[in-house]
């Protein structure tokens, strides 16, 4: 089985074993991605293990590579 990767190309990189098992709780119950709308009200499918390790800037969405929804 392959190491789950994080967006940003790196192996998922928590630093804390509590978080990573309540964020991957939510991508069991929620899906994998989140749709989160930019200032344009594009909107695209992020994945909810990138958001809890970087954070996100609705400002960014567009150069981060994620998929248009």
Same mark, same amino acid.
């Given at each position: ?5 994080? /967006?940003?190309?790196? #192996?998922?990189?928590?630093? *804390?074993?509590?978080? =990573? !098992? ?6 069991? %119950?929620?899906?994998? /991605? @989140?749709?989160?709308? *930019?200032?344009?009200? =594009? &909107? $695209? &499918?992020? #994945? %909810? /293990?990138? @958001? !809890?390790? /970087?954070? @996100?800037? !609705?400002?960014?969405? *567009?150069?981060?590579? $994620?998929?248009? !929804?």
């Amino acid at each position: 089985m392959s190491e789950a990767l994080c /967006h940003c190309g790196q #192996p998922l990189h928590y630093s *804390d074993q509590k978080i =990573r !098992a309540m964020v991957e709780h939510w991508v069991e %119950r929620l899906g994998e /991605h @989140i749709i989160v709308t *930019d200032e344009s009200g =594009r &909107k $695209f &499918k992020v #994945p %909810r /293990h990138y @958001i !809890a390790l /970087h954070g @996100i800037k !609705a400002a960014e969405l *567009d150069s981060l590579g $994620f998929e248009e !929804a």
